[in-house]
Every structure is written in structure tokens, then in C-alpha cells.
């Protein structure tokens, strides 16, 4: 099957910091990617859409200003996590899909720690 | 995109079968019924898909009924790696430029 890597698998950072988390598609052309968000014993949570070349549609709720997507290429995809706050600790998950998928590829999931 | 509801949680021991069943009254007629599963701190994976009737592959079997209501995933002889959190999401279409809307999803233990 597609595989979508994540990097890092985990970061640690000082609260007011910025964090820059990476999703790629390794073997597939995305055209779409998505980012979660899941906290502890709860759902993953949609944040945004985006498509590559355009910009992110966000969620409700989602402040794009602080939580800064790029989709500059086909197979990667940046969610920027600005001015974090321990709040912002959380489990990020990226998914992809390509232009014919049937489906979305998770990628393993970042977690963050905001101190 | 149509509600589901399931199971909050469900214990198994090893080599049973394991039926989990999802409500979705609402789902509409272009909706297929997908399951992902969870592990503890990883990205989901994709289960299975269908439509309507029975659908099985080498790791699992979706049973869904004429009247679409509900489906059931089944897994064959489970073992402790199965534990895992098991998400039932109905879409329209559910296609890869679709967003996944998860619900509570239900949390299999599987004990030896």
C-alpha cells in the first residue's frame, strides 16, 4: 500500500516556540492532504484541508494563522505550529491521497509537548 | 456525512471472533461504510470498505444488510495485537479527497 512518512515522530518545545512538522507521501503523488489533530483517549479531529498548489481550507475552530500549512509540492505537506502553548500538546496525524485513491494513507503521527 | 454509533469499548480473548457492530441510520444512498484501526500512538490504517452485502479480505469481513442501517466488522481469531481502536465512518462519496470524519470509535481489548 501508499506510504505517508511524518517527521519528527516527536518534539519537545518551549512555549512560545514554533514547530515545523513534516508529511510526505513516499510512493504516491498526493494531491490532497489532510491534518488531525487527537487528543489523549479521544477521536482524531479534521484541522484542515489542503491541496497541492492551494490554500488550506480550515476547520471551524482552527485559527490558520497559527497553525500555518504548506502544500508546495506533490509529495510534501507542512503544518507549522506557531507561538505554541502547552495547550497545543497534542497527537498530529497527516493523511494523503492521490488524484485516483480510493482512500486516505495515514502517516504515523507526530507528538508534540509544549512545556 | 451520515452519524454512526458504536461500542464504546469490547473485551475478547485470544482466538475468538470478534463482531463489531456500527449504527447509521441516516447513511444515504452513495455512502460506503469504512473501517480504520487505531493503534496507541499511530496513524490509523485502513480495514476494509463496502457497500452492500458482504465484503472480506485477508484481514477482515464488513457484513452489511439490505437495508444499510448498520454494519458489522468482523475479525476471525483475534490475538493481543489485534487490540486496537476499531473507527466505523460512512461518507458521501467516501473518496480519497474526502474528509474522514472520526467518531468515538470502540477500544478492543484482547486479553490471553
Known amino acids: 500500500g501508499a506510504v505517508v512518512s511524518q517527521h519528527p515522530s516527536r518534539v519537545i518545545c518551549k512555549s512560545g516556540t514554533s514547530v515545523k512538522i513534516e508529511c510526505r507521501s513516499l510512493d504516491f503523488q498526493a494531491t490532497t492532504m489532510f491534518w488531525y489533530r487527537q487528543f489523549p483517549k479521544q477521536s482524531l479531529m479534521l484541522m484542515a484541508t489542503s491541496n497541492e498548489g492551494s490554500k488550506a481550507t480550515y476547520e471551524q475552530g482552527v485559527e490558520k494563522d497559527k497553525f500555518l500549512i504548506n502544500h508546495a509540492s506533490l509529495t510534501l505537506s507542512t503544518l507549522t505550529v506557531t507561538s505554541a502553548h502547552p495547550e497545543d500538546s497534542s497527537f498530529y496525524i497527516c493523511?494523503?491521497?492521490?488524484?485516483?485513491?480510493?482512500?486516505?494513507?495515514f502517516g504515523p503521527g507526530t507528538r508534540l509537548l509544549v512545556l | 456525512l451520515a452519524k454512526t454509533t458504536q461500542p464504546i469499548s469490547m473485551d475478547s480473548y485470544e482466538g475468538q471472533e470478534v463482531n463489531i457492530t456500527c449504527s447509521h441510520n441516516?447513511?444515504?444512498?452513495?455512502?460506503?461504510i469504512t473501517w480504520y484501526q487505531q493503534f496507541p500512538s499511530q496513524g490509523p490504517r485502513f480495514i476494509i470498505q463496502g457497500y452492500k452485502t458482504k465484503v472480506t479480505n485477508e484481514v477482515a469481513s464488513l457484513f452489511i444488510p439490505a437495508d444499510r442501517k448498520s454494519s458489522t466488522l468482523s475479525l476471525p481469531r483475534v490475538s493481543l495485537s489485534d487490540t486496537a481502536v476499531y473507527y466505523c465512518l460512512v461518507g458521501v462519496p467516501l473518496s480519497g479527497n474526502t474528509p474522514l470524519v472520526f467518531g468515538k470509535g470502540t477500544r478492543l481489548s484482547v486479553i490471553a
Open positions: 493523511s494523503a491521497s492521490g488524484a485516483y485513491q480510493e482512500t486516505q494513507y
Open positions: 441516516n447513511i444515504a444512498t452513495n455512502d460506503y
